[in-house]
């Protein structure tokens, strides 16, 4: 675990500690066959297991926060249940937030959610930011004449697409901008049919360093280039067909690849 | 698709051939020592560009020259023009009057805080002398912890040539590291953690010497008895490969 980012645990207090301060204790292990009997803190969920069951569903994100949000509200039974209580296995490795001021749960809450970039599709478009950065791609995809809307030929098989969605930051770790990226899903590919040659070189370092060494000699100076979406700009030799990409499919035209 | 996209197999070579038909027809030569260094000569003049996937280095010794180039890249590729090299693959370049610094500190400090060797003990030296290691130790580890580590290790001696000999060395147990390897592995973290901030320049100077120390260790190894060659080319002062 990297402590740059903070972290979020310690199981046994019963609470939540965001911090970026952790020291790790690594001489010791974690104990993972402590029996729920024995744990001092036994965290008591109640009954109402539909509400947790009906969250699980969610991502894992949305079920550690939701899940400790419904049971935050739904009353303690007060009748002595002569059961005994347990916490539901998936659950031991969480935690609650009970005992938290609003304030603390709300900040969890953001640094749970702002700094997750979306999944898939289905999550981006929840957010215009996405949306907009999506657009972008496109247009550049179009730009470049990537490519031109068919039918899939008979012999053909097609690669499917994804999205793919990151947030930049800067220097000084502040957002920069999000960017989606169309990639394609290159491991279905089969070689021969939709590639042949893959190979693509790259400067030795030993060339770096000579290349340095005497520029530093002679007094010059080294400058340097980025090309944006430098992918984008080969030229492909196979013969190769992709999906239409989710959330820009053309109407009418549903059944044909690009 | 006429065009490649990100995650095709080929999308890297077809990105490779199409900035190398640019270079062609721009007047470059394509190194036969590394074929990712096209140099530019005209009258006295020269320009060097390096390539890195889609980063480049360039260098020359007229700025005219490498002013025309950029301009032609520009008008050729979508182009972020990041000036002066300051930080290019992961590596802090600094460059003043003395010369070309190199720094990984940055790296460093990452590697440190995933192996989390922040609290550890710093030595002076990155492997006790005269170490010999045996295949043949007893207690099994986390492969992939370790061969994480050595990759990490690795790319630091970019700029680290002090740890070059012994990341070499326990590189070769990659494929089933035990207790004592992770061991030595960690010991050059904890020297790591002393050194973070070491780095390597190169000089400014106008006569340049080169000195080549070549050595080798006849059956170094106790288990089959293979030998450990070693080599450095030091340019004006400073390790070059």
């Known amino acids: 675990m990297r ?19 952790v020291i790790f204790e690594e001489g010791q292990t974690w104990n993972w066959n402590l029996n729920s009997e024995e744990t001092p803190n036994v965290l008591d969920w109640g009954e109402d297991e539909t509400d947790i069951e009906e969250s699980d569903a969610e991502s894992d994100t ?14 303690e039974p007060e009748r002595q249940s002569r059961r005994e209580k347990r916490t ?3 659950l031991q490795d969480y935690d609650s937030v009970e005992g938290l001021s609003e304030e603390e749960q709300e900040a969890g809450m953001i640094l749970f959610m702002s700094n997750v970039d979306p ?6 478009m929840k957010d215009a930011k996405w949306i907009e950065a999506m657009k972008n791609e496109i247009n550049s995809i179009k730009k470049n004449k990537t490519w031109e809307l068919v039918t899939l030929p008979a012999h053909a098989k097609k690669i499917g697409v994804k999205w793919i969605y990151k947030t930049k930051l800067n220097e000084e770790g502040k957002v ?24 693509a070189l790259v400067a030795r370092w030993d060339t770096i360093w000579i290349l340095l060494a005497v520029t530093a000699q002679e007094g010059w100076i080294v400058y340097q280039l980025d090309v944006k979406s430098a992918f984008l700009y080969g030229e492909l030799k196979e013969e190769v067909y992709v999906d239409q990409p989710e959330g820009f499919i053309k109407q009418g035209e549903e059944d044909k690849v690009y | 698709m006429n065009k490649a996209l990100y995650g095709l197999k080929q999308a890297p070579r077809t990105w490779f051939s199409i900035i190398e038909c640019y270079f ?23 320009i060097l560009v390096c390539l890195y996937v889609d980063d480049l280095i360039y260098t020359g010794n007229d700025e005219d020259l490498c002013a025309k180039f950029k301009k032609s890249m520009n008008g050729e590729f979508e182009m972020t023009d990041l000036g002066k090299m300051r930080f290019f693959l992961g590596v802090e370049v600094s460059q003043n009057a003395d010369g070309i610094q190199l720094c990984q500190k940055k790296y460093a400090k990452e590697v440190l805080d995933r192996f989390q060797m922040w609290n550890c003990i710093v030595v002076k030296n990155p492997i006790v002398p005269r170490t010999v290691l045996s295949k043949e130790s007893e207690e099994a580890i986390n492969t992939t912890l370790y061969q994480q580590l050595v990759g990490s290790l690795m790319y630091l001696t970019v700029t680290r040539p002090d740890i070059m000999y012994v990341v070499c060395l326990i590189s070769r147990y990659m494929a089933n590291p035990k207790a004592e390897h992770m061991q030595m592995a960690k010991r050059v973290l904890r020297y790591l953690k002393g050194t973070v901030n070491f780095s390597q320049l190169y000089r400014r100077k ?12 006849n059956a170094r190894d106790v288990v089959d008895t293979k030998s450990t060659p070693g080599y450095v080319f030091m340019l004006n002062d400073t390790t070059i490969c």
């Not at chain 1, 980012?5 to 301060?21: F, L, W």
């Not at chain 1, 999944?119 to 981006?124: D, F, H, P, Q, R």
């Open chain 2, 24 to 46: 062609q027809k721009e007047g470059f030569t394509r190194s036969s020592h590394d074929y990712a260094l096209f140099i530019n000569k005209r009258e006295g003049k020269s």
């Open chain 1, 3 to 21: 402590n740059q980012k903070p972290t979020t645990c310690i199981p046994v207090q019963k609470k939540i500690v965001i911090s970026r301060d």
């Open chain 1, 88 to 90: 539901l296995s998936w």
């Open chain 1, 176 to 199: 920069d901008k999000c960017k989606a990226r169309l990639v394609a899903k290159g491991y279905t590919q089969t070689k021969g049919i939709n590639y042949n040659e893959v190979f």
């Open chain 1, 62 to 75: 949305m079920t550690m926060v939701s899940s400790t949000d419904n049971l935050e509200s739904s009353p």
């Open chain 2, 206 to 217: 106008k006569c340049s010497k080169v000195l080549a120390n070549i050595d080798s260790d």
């Open chain 1, 119 to 124: 999944k898939n599709y289905v999550e981006a």
